[in-house]
């Protein structure tokens, strides 16, 4: 048997992947990268290493409860790494990895469309609405 390589193992699964398949994994990456608290948590950490209560405060509606749960997945899927500092209290640091930061530009992207493009959605919203109450 051929010893490979990790390299060529990720090459042979990247061949295979397809998010159109049921089972393919990238589909849990696509609803990790889509969910709101993900985006917000990402280009919250796009300036650089956060604690946990900052980027609390600047995510306004975030309990801690889904904004840990969030870092844990996050962290789980190699986008933010977790450092702690063990002092009294004990300091813990969140920051985007490279790859983490490869997905920064995609989702800045998105948030800077959904802040030019909100006044045409609520707009396309209004008069749907009106259409459907008649």
């Known amino acids: 048997m051929t010893t490979r390589t990790a390299a060529e193992r990720r090459e042979d699964r990247a061949r295979t992947y397809n998010v159109f398949a049921a089972e393919c994994p990238t589909r849990r990456v696509m609803a990790t990268v889509g969910d709101k608290w993900t985006a917000l948590v ?37 986008l933010v790494s977790r450092t702690v500092t063990p002092s009294v209290p004990v300091r813990v640091d969140y920051e985007l990895t490279e790859l983490g930061r490869s997905l920064v530009p995609v989702l800045e992207g998105l948030r800077i469309w959904s802040e030019s493009n909100i006044e045409h959605v609520l707009d396309a919203r209004e008069e749907y609405d009106a259409g459907r109450a008649g």
Do not use: P, Y
């Open 42 to 78: 990402m280009c919250g950490l796009s300036t650089g290493s956060k604690r946990h209560c900052e980027l609390r405060d600047r995510i306004a509606g975030v309990s801690q409860k889904m904004l840990t749960q969030t870092l844990r997945t996050l962290e789980r899927d190699g």
